[in-house]
């Protein structure tokens, strides 16, 4: 089993910029894919960015050029950085590691992008 628990969330005017964190605990393994995904209710949940165990990234196209994922597995953390925030990421966003067989979620944490 991996334990992530994210946190960074919260409210920001448009335009504005956010960073997430997710620390992952149990059993992890550095080879293991990260990522991000959002969620706003009545839709299904999104891939927003995504870094592979060898440093690898992937990103969506409605944040692409507007995000950043990094990981630093030395503390078992993946990172996303975004900027220039718009209305329309208001989301629940939520950590993922994709494990050997089995896929990991957090709890999420809202990000909410308001004036």
């Known amino acids: 089993q991996v334990q992530l628990v994210e946190s960074g969330g919260g409210l920001v005017q448009p335009g504005g910029s956010l960073r997430l964190s997710c620390v992952a605990s149990g059993n992890f393994f550095i080879h293991y894919s990260m990522g991000w995904y959002r969620q706003v209710p009545g839709k299904q949940r999104e891939l927003v960015a995504q870094?592979?165990?060898?440093?690898?990234?992937n990103y969506s196209d409605s944040m692409k050029g507007r995000c950043a994922i990094s990981r630093d597995d030395t503390k078992r953390t993946v990172y996303l950085q975004m900027s220039s925030l718009k209305p329309e990421d208001t989301a629940v966003y939520y950590c993922?590691?994709?494990?050997?067989?089995?896929?990991?979620w957090g709890q999420g944490t809202q990000v909410t992008v308001s004036s």
């Open positions: 870094v592979s165990g060898g440093g690898t990234t």
């Open positions: 993922n590691v994709r494990g050997t067989v089995l896929s990991y």
